[in-house]
C-alpha cells in the first residue's frame, strides 16, 4: 500500500509538473497524460489526487500565489539585507512561476480572472496590515490604490519580454533585478515629484467637478 507521505510527494511532484507544462505549452495544449510523463507517475493517479485538469489549475494556480505572496510579506515583515539579498538571488526558485503567471494571467478564462484576483485579495490583504502597523501614507481611494500596486507587480511578469528589451537583460537575471529594486522601492517609498502642485490641482478640479455635479443634481 502507498504511504500517505507518498502520496504527499507524489501530490506536490504533480503539481510541480503541471506548472512547468502550464508554464511551457499553455493550459489548453497540455494534457493529464503529459503531466503524468513529466512527473513520472500514471494519469490515473492524477485523477485520483485532483479529479480533473481544471481542479489541478486551480491548486498550481493557489501554489503559485502563495509563494509570491509568503516570500514577499516576511520581506515586509522584516526586510533585512540579507533577505533582500537572498530574494534577489534565487532565480531558480522564481524563474518558473513568473513563466507560469506570464502565460496564465493572459489566457482569456475565468481561471486567469481567479487568479488575478488572488494576487488582488492577497495585496488588500497586505496593504491592510501595513496599514494597520503605521506604515502607509493616507489614501483617497484604498481599493484603486490596492489595484494599482497590483498591477505594478503584475506588469512586469506580463510584459516580460518587453521589459527584457527595454533593460537590455532578463528582469529575473542578477542585473536584471539589481537594476528593477531600487527605482520600485522609490517610486513607491517617495513617489518621483518632488512638489504637490499636481496633486493639489488635481483636486481642486475634481472637487469643483463634483460641486457642479451636485449643483445639477438639484
Not at 506536490?12 to 513520472?40: M, Y
Not at 500565489?65 to 522564481?94: K, M, N
Not at 488588500?124 to 503605521?134: H, N, P, W
Not at 539589481?178 to 499636481?198: C, D, V, W
Request: proline share 3%; aromatic share 6%.
Amino acid at each position: 500500500m502507498r504511504s500517505a507521505a507518498n502520496d504527499l510527494t507524489a501530490r506536490a511532484r504533480i503539481r510541480d509538473a503541471a506548472i512547468a507544462a502550464f508554464a511551457r505549452d499553455g493550459f489548453d495544449a497540455t494534457s493529464l497524460r503529459a503531466i503524468a510523463a513529466e512527473a513520472g507517475v500514471s494519469a490515473a493517479l492524477i485523477v485520483h489526487h485532483f479529479g480533473d485538469k481544471n481542479t489541478l489549475r486551480a491548486e498550481c494556480d493557489e501554489y503559485v500565489v502563495s509563494v509570491f505572496i509568503d516570500d514577499e510579506h516576511d520581506l515586509i515583515e522584516a526586510p533585512t539585507g540579507d533577505r533582500i539579498r537572498a530574494a534577489l538571488h534565487d532565480l531558480d526558485r522564481y524563474g518558473r512561476y513568473v513563466d507560469y503567471l506570464s502565460r496564465m494571467l493572459v489566457d482569456g478564462s475565468p481561471a486567469a480572472d481567479r487568479l488575478f484576483d488572488s494576487f488582488l485579495a492577497s495585496t488588500r490583504s497586505v496593504l491592510a496590515e501595513q496599514r494597520d502597523a503605521g506604515m502607509l501614507e493616507p489614501m483617497s481611494d484604498p481599493e484603486l490604490t490596492t489595484l494599482l500596486v497590483t498591477l505594478m507587480g503584475l506588469g512586469p511578469v506580463v510584459m516580460r519580454s518587453q521589459i527584457a528589451r527595454a533593460l537590455g537583460t532578463d528582469q529575473l537575471s542578477p542585473a536584471g533585478l539589481l537594476r528593477l529594486t531600487l527605482p520600485t522601492l522609490e517610486l513607491l517609498t517617495h513617489g518621483i515629484y518632488s512638489t504637490t502642485a499636481l496633486l493639489d490641482s488635481a483636486r481642486n478640479a475634481l472637487s469643483s467637478e463634483g460641486t457642479a455635479s451636485e449643483g445639477d443634481a438639484s
